[in-house]
């Protein structure tokens, strides 16, 4: 394990030296900024254009719009980049851009190796990164993964909170939690769908405000059972298209396009003429079972601090 970790670093260490030298110049901003409003994404025939672009979105990491960048014109140095993100906090918001970016690339021998060389804790996040984007590659480097992980070994050493019957979440919901480890929780398993307050990515429906919507024992029910009741406006599509890609998200539609918006908050733009079939899932985009990754304790101090956020009171 040690061993591959290391030889991971040696990679990124090289990689982004090869690659990251160069400072971007005014020049190669403004070549950027021309080939954006062009259009003009494409840019492996062009060296100068190659260049300019590899610099200003190397000089552009951290920044608001790196990911987008890094997407639109494919750019494939920033991989170990990608790579890193996802390596240093898998529960960070930028780790599931990352992921979603790396099954852009066919990365997933990389996402591969690093769930294999990562500590048990972060591949369990990793591997939850994953597991939203639904995609068949997705579903199966999952498989193998935990084909390769003895199953015992990968549940915590406290029981899951299994919440079988209408009792145990009455059980449940009567319990007071404490809501700041609550928030360490939520940023865990929810951040990459929910925003609550000023955390997490806006996908699924806003938290910021579910503690006046509603009570412990409904917040219960929808962690334990998504499928329940699927909010109108949030309901899953998988897309397939011709050139064989499949994307699953939420569904927004113009006369000549389609926008998919995925769980981490990155968005694909698919041409109608490109669509082989759309079909409606009947799950919810949110996952079943998050639960079951977590401890009893762990889901009462998650349902806590859901229900302290209200609307703020205005003073008078
Ligand atoms: C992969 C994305 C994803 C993750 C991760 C996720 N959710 Fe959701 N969640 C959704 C979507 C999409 C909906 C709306 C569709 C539905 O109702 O099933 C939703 C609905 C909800 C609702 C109902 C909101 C309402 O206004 O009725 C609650 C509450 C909720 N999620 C809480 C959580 C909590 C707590 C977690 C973490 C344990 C979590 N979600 C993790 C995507 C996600």
């Known amino acids: 394990m040690r061993y591959e970790r290391l030889l991971i670093f040696v990679f990124f260490t090289a990689a982004s030296w090869i690659c990251g030298k160069e400072e971007a110049t005014p020049k190669d901003r403004l070549i950027v900024e021309t080939l954006l409003r062009l259009e003009r994404f494409d840019v492996s025939g062009n060296e100068k254009w190659k260049g300019a672009v590899q610099r200003y979105v190397y000089s552009q990491r951290g920044q608001e719009g790196y990911f987008e960048l890094v997407e ?8 170990p980049e990608l790579l890193r993100l996802v390596e240093t906090d898998p529960t960070s918001a930028q780790s599931a851009k990352s992921v979603q970016l790396l099954f852009r690339f066919g990365e997933q021998k990389s996402l591969s190796n690093l769930l294999f060389a990562s500590t048990e804790e972060k591949a369990n996040a990793i591997a939850a990164l994953i597991s939203f984007l639904k995609t068949p590659q997705a579903e199966k480097l999952l498989a193998r993964h935990k084909a390769l992980n003895d199953p015992a070994k990968t549940v915590g050493k406290e029981a899951p909170a299994l919440l079988s019957t209408p009792q145990d979440i009455d059980a449940l919901a009567n319990s007071t939690g404490n809501p700041t480890k609550g928030k360490a929780v939520y940023q865990k398993f929810c951040f990459a769908c929910h925003i609550a307050g000023e955390l997490g990515i806006d996908f699924g429906p806003g938290l910021s405000e579910i503690g006046d919507k509603l009570p412990k024992s409904e917040l219960l029910l929808a962690i334990v059972k998504p ?5 109108f406006d949030y309901e899953g599509w998988t897309i397939e298209t011709k050139e064989g890609s499949f994307w699953a998200g939420i569904v927004s539609e113009s006369d000549h396009e389609l926008t998919v918006r995925m769980a981490g908050g990155v968005s694909q733009k698919i041409k109608k003429t ?4 759309r079909t409606k899932m009947k799950a919810s985009l949110m996952p079943e079972g998050l639960h079951l990754a977590m401890s009893e304790n762990d889901l009462v101090d998650l349902v806590e601090f859901l229900s302290v956020l209200k609307k703020k009171k205005v003073l008078p």
Do not use: P, R, T, Y
């Not at 499928?227 to 909010?231: D, E, K, Y």
């Open 274 to 277: 490109d669509i082989a079939s």
């Open 227 to 231: 499928n329940a009741g699927i909010s």
């Open 72 to 79: 639109k014109f494919s750019v494939q140095a920033e991989l």
